[in-house]
């Protein structure tokens, strides 16, 4: 993704409608002692806490690593495919409640003791609880969030084909992702104890932690919810043998391009995977799900900003500057994350790098070519230039009074005994997690990080310094991102920010690029992913020694799945990312990493300096910084003047702006699929059925998640590595049968099977 603003998950019923900051403060002192100060808290966390439950338990080791494992192994073996898929762990929060009840009521109650200590424990400790189910799903959500640090491994293997030490990869993946850990716990007591860092997206897991631990009345003609739930996932499983297997096409339908089979403009106009996707959709799950997540699980105020943003870029702006000929755009591809040279090729990147070091070649560059792109790609870096600067304005007009006085309070509540009701209840019931623990494990992840970078021949490029750098970018970041991300549940990524600072300082090295941006950008994610899911283990009264293991061995758990499925699918997948000597029918085109890839070039072997200033040819996308500042300042004056029309407040410049984040991986059949799903389940039957929305919507979400997954990886082992294929049809190519769509449309440009204007 070249995006810096991330949406992260769907927020609480109260804040559905509006995404600016609304809270209602308690300002007597009886109130903060009583329950929360915020009022969204106190409508859903419950304020009592039984510390006598059973916590680390069998059946949470046992349904936790196996849910971290197959989550992790899911989700990294789909991220290869044409048509990915993103299991979230609602799937696992879901499917392990019966499972961990099933064992409550068939494991022995027996004790054990382990020989020659004095620990003793039960497989079986007494019905299955909420805590148990929480920290389960926290091995879940580790194991789905995945490990950046892969792509490095698929660049390096696919596309450049260079060998890499399995040990300096394993190291890279473990420590980009346990690095930011080690921080996380110094921001404890701002982030975590602090009532007024509230997290908002934690009180959605909350709900339903709730929702599905009440007991559930069965009501004549009414479905309990796990019925519902495996009736949906038996449908969907069933299904996918279609999309998966059998009529792959089915996943995008152009019809403009089956009418108008000889014109390259109206195939560019019709095709939902190379061109604008007018009249497109997609019969599939992974397409409406695939890249955007589920759209069952976004409010529609962000969708309907989502999908405006997109709408106004890929239909207005992008056609503007393609058919006008901005930056020669009719000389590449109109929809591609490639590179090229000068005569609209392929840029070959071998002609500049030196094989040995694996750096830029400058004479050999100089007589070359610049470095061009798709007039659709070189907008995307531009907007993610806008969408930086616009949640900076954004957050500080619409929120910055709001987050001023919640640090202020913040800072206030860490000098107190206690906080809030739920950080009095934590403190009394719980040890702390004691800080040397944090310490031990950044100086251990440290000193393995400048291992990988310095060691095996320095095959990652990234000196100590830059190392050095990466981390105290993204600890310096931590905090006031942090504060914004608990207040406001807006994230601004580092991506882009640390690819523009090493592609300055350490221009040329693709490798020391895209590793310092992942130890840069992973570790402040990482670190707030941990405050976070510490945040849902606050709310819940999870002890935090409890939290701070299962997360620690969670993290290892998905990071060791990833590298080894990372691993034995380059080693295994015969021309694995390379689509020109894939089968036609093949799923295995890489679109994440080939973006991964691309920007590798992009700021890494040429660099921002020859690309995005004067010596290059994109210098004009720089603009897109100071529109991004300036844009949120028209919505905040009409907000304030007109503020009868709550209409305007719901406008979110951030949000239209990162509208590309998930391209050029996410084609135009995603975001039309994705768009009219979330609509009509988010806006029309959430108002029209609201009571079957509140009791259904996201466990419909899971099911179709889970059916097709499950599915997708049946047929690989069962018939795709068996080499056991669908006879071959006009259904099974894994195309929309638009191949003119990709062609340039500038005179003279030869392009194999193209027509030449």
């Given amino acids: ?410 800072t206030l509540t860490t000098k107190d005994k206690f906080g809030d009701v739920h950080t009095r209840l934590m403190k009394k019931n719980y040890k702390e997690v004691p800080q040397w623990w944090f310490v031990a494990v950044l100086i251990v992840s440290f000193c393995l990080a400048l291992y990988a970078c310095e060691g095996f021949n320095k095959q990652l490029q990234l000196p100590w310094w830059g190392l050095l750098l990466a981390c105290a970018i993204a600890f310096a970041f931590t905090l006031p991102i942090g504060v914004i991300l608990a207040t406001t549940n807006q994230q601004m990524g580092l991506n882009v920010i640390t690819e523009l600072i090493i592609g300055y300082l350490y221009p040329g090295k693709p490798l020391a690029n895209v590793t310092f941006k992942t130890y840069g950008y992973m570790s402040m994610s990482q670190a707030l992913y941990f405050v976070g899911d510490f945040k849902l283990g606050h709310y819940m009264k999870i002890p935090p020694r409890s939290m701070f293991l299962v997360q620690l061995v969670a993290t290892m758990v998905s990071s060791t799945v990833c590298f080894g499925t990372t691993w034995w699918l380059l080693s295994s997948v015969d021309n694995i990312c390379n689509k020109d000597k894939l089968p036609v029918s093949s799923p295995w085109t890489c679109p994440g990493d080939e973006v991964f890839y691309n920007a590798s070039i992009i700021w890494g072997i040429i660099g921002p300096g020859r690309m995005f200033t004067s010596k290059g040819v994109y210098p004009g996308m720089n603009w897109f910084f100071l529109i991004g500042l300036l844009a949120p300042v028209p919505v905040w004056f009409f907000a304030r003047k007109f503020s009868e029309k709550k209409w305007i407040k719901k406008i979110h410049i951030p949000l239209i702006f990162s509208a590309t984040t998930s391209m050029p991986v996410a084609k135009a059949v995603h975001y039309w699929s994705w768009g009219f799903v979330g609509v009509v389940f988010n806006y029309y039957i959430f108002r029209r059925y609201k009571a079957w929305w509140a009791r259904h919507n996201y466990i419909l979400s899971a099911a179709l998640d889970a059916g097709t997954a499950i599915m997708g990886v049946l047929i690989y082992f069962a018939l795709q590595n068996n080499n056991i294929y669908f006879p071959d049809w006009w259904g099974s190519e894994n195309t929309d049968h638009c191949p003119l769509a990709t062609c340039p449309t500038e005179k003279g440009i030869v392009i194999k099977g193209c027509p030449v204007f």
């Fill in 1 to 410: 993704m070249v995006s810096s603003l991330e949406v992260t998950g769907p927020e609480p019923k109260p804040l559905m409608q509006k995404f600016e900051s609304k809270i209602v403060i308690a300002g007597e002192e009886s109130e903060e002692e009583n329950d929360s100060p915020i009022e969204e808290v106190r409508l859903t966390v419950p304020i009592t806490d039984d510390p006598s439950q059973p916590v680390l338990t069998f059946r949470t080791w046992f349904l936790g690593i196996i849910s971290c494992m197959v989550l992790a192994f899911v989700n990294q073996f789909f991220g290869y495919r044409s048509n990915q898929l993103m299991v979230s762990s609602v799937v696992a929060q879901i499917v392990t409640l019966p499972v961990g009840k099933l064992m409550a009521t068939t494991l022995p109650t027996r004790k054990f003791r382990l020989p020659g200590t004095n620990w003793s424990g039960s497989l079986n400790p007494g019905p299955f609880n909420m805590k148990e189910h929480v920290l389960i799903t926290i091995f879940a959500s580790t194991g789905a969030g995945g490990a950046y640090a892969t792509g490095i491994i698929t660049i390096v293997k696919a596309f450049y084909h260079r060998n890499l030490n399995p040990t300096a990869a394993m190291l890279l993946l473990q420590t980009t992702q346990l690095l930011g850990y080690g921080w996380a716990g110094m921001f404890r007591k701002f982030l975590v104890d602090s009532p007024y860092m509230w997290w908002p997206s934690n009180l959605v897991q909350v709900s339903l932690f709730r929702a599905l631990h009440e007991k559930e009345e069965k009501c004549e003609g009414k479905q309990t919810r796990l019925r519902f739930f495996l009736i949906v996932f038996f449908v969907s499983f069933a299904y996918y043998i279609v999309p998966g297997y059998i009529f792959p096409s089915i996943s995008s339908l152009s019809f403009v391009c089956w009418i108008w089979t000889r014109s390259v403009t109206a195939q560019q106009i019709g095709s939902g995977l190379h061109g604008l996707g007018i009249g497109s959709f997609g019969l599939d799950w992974s397409t409406v799900a695939g890249f955007l997540g589920s759209p069952l699980a976004v409010p529609f105020f962000a969708i309907a900003n989502f999908f405006g943003g997109f709408i106004v870029y890929f239909y207005i702006i992008l056609p503007i500057f393609y058919w006008s000929n901005a930056y020669e755009a009719k000389k590449f591809p109109f929809y591609t994350s490639q590179t090229f040279d000068y005569t609209g090729q392929h840029f070959n990147t071998t002609r500049i790098l030196n094989q040995k070091t694996f750096d830029i070649n400058l004479p050999a560059y100089e007589s070359y070519s610049k470095l061009y792109l798709s007039v659709m790609f070189a907008l995307i870096y531009g907007l993610s230039f806008g969408t930086l600067t616009a949640t900076i304005s954004h957050v500080a007009l619409f929120d910055g009074k709001f987050i001023w006085g919640m640090w202020k309070k913040a």
